[in-house]
């Protein structure tokens, strides 16, 4: 017998953080088999439905009511469970427990802090213009993490920052390291003399962590957000990035790490990058050469070619003692391969991509389209395979960005909220077609406390269900990690590699090697449009 | 100011000062602000 007991508690705000920590201990109480405490967002809405918890209560929620929803064994449980919710929310709301009130605006916080110099600001993408702005002209400089931030405002903001010689990382930033110091997301490294310009998060995290498996370290890595390099704003934190980078004396080689740029955009940055006096690696994803770069810039075709070169170029400066790595990347094992793809059956022949990071799902179709010819994808290489991102496909390769927004609308992003991507794994599952589940496993500040943790279970119903229908589902993932990570890489390492996950060096690595297995080593003639 | 996850990682990198806003989305009548809201999730 199970009860259900839903409630909506109109305009009560938390962020999604909180609000699944809230989920997750609910979740663990005795007797209590669902819970779930969300914003009302439509998203959240409709996989509330999914689970089971419908009618007019949470039709009529809108985006700043919050819904907790709780199924258990017996009616105490729920009630105890309700009892429970009341209190994480009374102790995340109330300053009160804190010997001094926090302050209630930027303007307060401003007043009083007088040397503070930069600002992390998360809330919700229609508020966040009006704060970045209150920021820069107080003369921080801005971490922007919201996303939802309309281009104009974008190109406002950061004129403004250019204006008054200050950085804003942002909006949709996921990743910065700066003066060692991460920024949202990010991994823990050592410092050196790679510096980083990226508009892209996971870009940067898996660049800097392949360095710092290679013994050689970060000085800086400025995220510049998603769109900086589109003509619309036209790359203006991007060159701003490439110019403090010159001038930083612990900085002797720049990589540039974006999707392939504006036209306009991609010949102004190739000219400041051209010159630098440093040597710059340019990364934008797919793009080998370009006749605007002049010979400081090499180009790399994915992210962890773009880290061997930079390793490459430091070797040859020579100046560095690399630092003690003891982190050993395993090599790509051919008979693993070999074994995966011997297994699968005779229907199974695409491979499902199923990332927390849009980059590195990016990067997944430049190193497989060669190898599988049409990848569809919600960011697609080619405009004619753009698919919505839940959509469902019984056939076809698929790459499927699930931090984009229409995942994660009042919810935590993918790197730390597993939950869409366990169900998405699930629905791969039952589907004859399917050979290889493709993952990217983030580690590092911000992210999923136990990656392994959650996935282990969901790969093991996953693996088994194929199994009962006389098939067999591989799984090829990714972790990227340092050895510093609070996850423990090593831990993180071991547990998939007992579940049978074939993990690879890198991005790039594991996006090849799913698309051999799939494959099955077959030498294929497709034909690509260009 | 936002997600407070993010506060708490910079305390455990010894960030010499970390200031928390209390920050909440603005209480109003604003027509305009209510209609942004409720692209949020119809």
């Known amino acids: 017998?199970?009860?259900?007991?839903?409630?909506?508690?109109?305009?009560?705000?938390?962020?999604?953080?909180?609000?699944?920590?809230?989920?997750?201990?609910?979740?663990?109480?005795?007797?209590?088999?669902?819970?779930?405490?969300?914003?009302?967002?439509?998203?959240?809405?409709?996989?509330?439905?999914?689970?089971?918890?419908?009618?007019?209560?949470?039709?009529?929620?809108?985006?700043?009511?919050?819904?907790?929803?709780?199924?258990?064994?017996?009616?105490?449980?729920?009630?105890?469970?309700?009892?429970?919710?009341?209190?994480?929310?009374?102790?995340?709301?109330?300053?009160?427990?804190?010997?001094?009130?926090?302050?209630?605006?930027?303007?307060?916080?401003?007043?009083?802090?007088?040397?503070?110099?930069?600002?992390?600001?998360?809330?919700?993408?229609?508020?966040?213009?009006?704060?970045?702005?209150?920021?820069?002209?107080?003369?921080?400089?801005?971490?922007?993490?919201?996303?939802?931030?309309?281009?104009?405002?974008?190109?406002?903001?950061?004129?403004?920052?250019?204006?008054?010689?200050?950085?804003?990382?942002?909006?949709?930033?996921?990743?910065?390291?700066?003066?060692?110091?991460?920024?949202?997301?990010?991994?823990?490294?050592?410092?050196?003399?790679?510096?980083?310009?990226?508009?892209?998060?996971?870009?940067?995290?898996?660049?800097?962590?392949?360095?710092?498996?290679?013994?050689?370290?970060?000085?800086?890595?400025?995220?510049?957000?998603?769109?900086?390099?589109?003509?619309?704003?036209?790359?203006?934190?991007?060159?701003?990035?490439?110019?403090?980078?010159?001038?930083?004396?612990?900085?002797?080689?720049?990589?540039?790490?974006?999707?392939?740029?504006?036209?306009?955009?991609?010949r102004k940055v190739l000219e400041v990058a051209s010159g630098c006096s440093k040597p710059v690696i340019v990364n934008f994803l797919g793009l080998k050469e370009h006749s605007e770069a002049g010979t400081s810039c090499t180009f790399a075709l994915t992210l962890d070619e773009a880290a061997a070169i930079a390793a490459k170029k430091i070797e040859e400066i020579g100046t560095y003692a690399k630092i003690d790595s003891n982190g050993k990347r395993p090599l790509i094992d051919e008979n693993i391969i070999v074994s995966e793809s011997l297994r699968l059956s005779p229907s199974q022949r695409y491979v499902r991509g199923l990332y927390s990071g849009g980059t590195l799902c990016y990067e997944a179709q430049v190193v497989m389209r060669p190898m599988l010819g049409e990848i569809r994808s919600n960011v697609p290489l080619v405009k004619a395979m753009r698919i919505a991102g839940d959509q469902d496909f019984p056939e076809g390769h698929l790459c499927i960005d699930m931090g984009a927004e229409e995942f994660v609308v009042g919810r935590a992003h993918p790197m730390i909220d597993y939950t869409l991507r366990k169900l998405r794994i699930m629905g791969e599952a039952k589907k004859r077609t399917v050979a290889v589940i493709l993952l990217d496993v983030l580690l590092g500040y911000g992210s999923n406390p136990d990656p392994a943790s959650e996935l282990v279970p969901v790969i093991?119903?996953?693996?088994?269900?194929?199994?009962?229908?006389?098939?067999?589902?591989?799984?090829?993932?990714?972790?990227?990690?340092?050895?510093?990570?609070?996850?423990?890489?090593?831990?993180?390492?071991?547990?998939?590699?007992?579940?049978?996950?074939?993990?690879?060096?890198?991005?790039?690595?594991?996006?090849?090697?799913?698309?051999?297995?799939?494959?099955?080593?077959?030498?294929?003639?497709?034909?690509?449009?260009? | 100011m936002g997600v407070s996850t993010f506060a708490d990682d910079l305390e455990k990198q010894g960030v010499k000062k970390v200031v928390r806003v209390d920050w909440k989305p603005p209480a109003t009548d604003d027509e305009e602000i209510l209609e942004l809201l409720d692209k949020l999730g119809p």
């Open chain 1, 1 to 266: 017998m199970s009860v259900r007991r839903l409630e909506v508690r109109k305009e009560n705000y938390r962020d999604s953080i909180t609000m699944l920590r809230i989920s997750n201990e609910l979740g663990k109480l005795e007797g209590v088999t669902q819970a779930a405490a969300v914003m009302g967002t439509q998203l959240n809405r409709k996989i509330l439905k999914d689970l089971g918890f419908s009618g007019p209560d949470v039709e009529s929620a809108k985006a700043d009511d919050m819904i907790i929803a709780i199924e258990a064994n017996e009616q105490k449980f729920v009630d105890r469970a309700f009892g429970r919710a009341n209190e994480l929310l009374s102790t995340t709301s109330s300053a009160g427990v804190l010997a001094k009130p926090l302050p209630k605006s930027l303007e307060a916080a401003i007043a009083q802090t007088p040397d503070a110099n930069m600002v992390v600001i998360s809330v919700p993408g229609q508020f966040a213009k009006r704060e970045a702005q209150k920021a820069l002209t107080s003369g921080l400089n801005v971490f922007l993490f919201s996303s939802n931030v309309s281009v104009e405002d974008e190109l406002e903001l950061k004129q403004l920052a250019l204006s008054r010689n200050l950085l804003i990382m942002g909006p949709d930033c996921g990743t910065s390291i700066i003066n060692n110091t991460v920024l949202g997301f990010g991994n823990v490294l050592h410092s050196g003399p790679v510096g980083i310009v990226s508009a892209s998060g996971t870009g940067l995290q898996q660049v800097s962590t392949l360095l710092d498996s290679a013994g050689i370290g970060v000085s800086h890595g400025i995220g510049t957000g998603g769109n900086d390099v589109s003509d619309k704003v036209g790359g203006l934190m991007m060159m701003k990035g490439i110019e403090l980078l010159d001038h930083d004396p612990s900085t002797k080689v720049i990589v540039l790490i974006s999707k392939p740029p504006g036209e306009r955009t991609a």
């Open chain 1, 460 to 530: 093991a119903e996953a693996k088994n269900l194929a199994e009962q229908d006389g098939r067999y589902l591989s799984f090829v993932a990714s972790i990227i990690g340092t050895n510093g990570d609070p996850q423990g890489l090593e831990r993180q390492t071991r547990m998939l590699r007992d579940a049978r996950v074939v993990l690879e060096p890198s991005n790039a690595a594991a996006a090849r090697s799913a698309a051999r297995i799939a494959l099955r080593g077959m030498a294929q003639e497709v034909s690509v449009r260009a």
